[in-house]
């Protein structure tokens, strides 16, 4: 196929050429920083949480002031909840892994004397049974024993010289474990929260943070503190995930039986969570996807609207081709090539202007580069794009007859 009468025939029609290579151009771009955009949330709604989702049920009371047996009342309620039938474990904790309405933060560091801490980490409160209820896998030492945990009044109670004597186990994630410790063994290690040591006894696989807004997704703690109903929340770990409407019933049932004062405020599954916390993310990639789907039917039918165009204006001119010799096929591949090179032209300016957004995007918004992977990806898309469109008003030029072609002429 020979580009110059191609070349020819696109310096006759100039502007309607010029405006179909903007419209691939500006299409290329937007498509290939909104695949981009896509893939990254993709990736963040299958991040991990590291706990056995779909037995979890998450639940929380209030009531009016705080009475002065809330250890005990917190205590049996978490009787009344493991008596629950199906119920196989459950603990009090002060968060969950993408539960957003309550983050508690902290930084630790290798030294009680540096002046800035070395990682901030998610910070969870347990009660007895958390490691085995959330179904954490410890893949180095061990868990907290029974008398290693204590009661969170007794913290507040503590005086400021208290809690600089003030010891205490804790796990890690092995994110921690290996940004702190890379290449060591982190159990044994100890950190420091200020000038409160805490030695790491146990390194659980994966734990994922309340939320990551701090870009720490992956950094998070326990320690052995006991909250009470009024500033934590029950979790219960379910032997059959087919029974958890019933057993959120029979928990709510439970808990009003221990203190009637008091309201339920959640009582939900944890997929639930989950499903709650990337509500913005799958909502974004629905848009994302609308806009690159719209994008792709406009410029398709671009590329039909002028062909088909130009197949009516140059009837004559495929007759005489006609009429010279050349095949239905070589008529078909003409406009192809045609398509091929306007399309081309295109996604060169749009792999700019892609560029260009793209640093825009990382300047405003703190957008990561986009990788060259997706430059090829747009290409490919659009290239596609073009010779499927172009394909039915090229077959309707290679139809036209000689004889009816040439009787103008």
Not at 58 to 72: F, L, R, W
Not at 267 to 285: E, K, W
Not at 338 to 365: D, H, K, P, S
Request: contains cysteine; proline residues 4%.
């Amino acid at each position: 196929m020979h580009l110059r009468p191609i070349l020819s025939t696109l310096m006759r029609h100039k502007t309607a050429a010029l405006l179909l290579v903007l419209e691939i151009a500006v299409t290329c771009a937007i498509v290939a920083n909104a695949l981009f955009i896509v893939a990254q949330r993709a990736e963040g709604m299958r991040r991990p949480s590291g706990v056995d989702e779909d037995r979890l049920i998450q639940m929380s009371v209030s009531g009016v002031g705080k009475p002065a047996n809330i250890d005990a009342i917190t205590r049996e309620d978490l009787q009344a909840l493991r008596a629950i039938p199906g119920v196989e474990r459950a603990t009090i904790t002060n968060q969950l892994p993408f539960l957003t309405s309550s983050s508690s933060n902290s930084g630790i560091a290798l030294s009680p004397d540096q002046e800035q801490s070395s990682l901030g980490v998610a910070f969870y409160r347990a009660g007895e049974e958390m490691v085995g209820t959330l179904g954490l896998k410890i893949v180095s030492g061990r868990d907290f024993a029974a008398d290693e945990y204590v009661d969170v009044s007794r913290i507040e109670s503590m005086t400021d010289s208290d809690l600089k004597t003030l010891r205490s186990p804790i796990l890690v994630n092995t994110a921690v474990a290996n940004k702190l410790f890379p290449g060591q063994n982190a159990v044994g290690k100890v950190v420091y929260i200020g000038p409160i040591a805490l030695t790491i006894i146990g390194v659980v696989q994966t734990l994922g943070r309340p939320n990551w807004s701090d870009g720490n997704l992956d950094y998070a703690m326990i320690l052995p503190i006991r909250e009470t109903y009024d500033g934590g929340i029950y979790v219960l770990r379910v032997k059959d995930p087919a029974e958890r409407e019933r057993v959120m019933r029979e928990a709510a049932a439970a808990l009003d039986k221990v203190d009637a004062r008091r309201m339920l405020i959640v009582n939900q599954t944890y997929q639930t969570i989950r499903s709650d916390f990337f509500r913005n993310d799958r909502s974004m990639v629905a848009l994302l996807v609308t806009v690159c789907l719209a994008l792709l039917v406009v410029t398709a039918l671009g590329i039909v609207g002028l062909a088909s165009f130009w197949v009516q204006q140059r009837t004559k001119q495929i007759g005489v081709r006609r009429a010279l010799g050349a095949t239905r096929g070589q008529i078909l591949r003409y406009f192809q090539a045609e398509n091929f090179l306007l399309a081309t032209l295109g996604i060169v300016l749009g792999m700019l202007l892609a560029y260009g957004i793209n640093q825009l995007l990382m300047a405003r918004y703190e957008l990561p580069r986009l990788p060259l992977l997706y430059l090829p990806i747009g290409a490919g898309i659009l290239w596609l794009l073009g010779q499927v469109a172009v394909f039915w008003p090229a077959r309707r030029a290679a139809s036209v007859p000689p004889a009816v072609a040439t009787r103008s002429v």
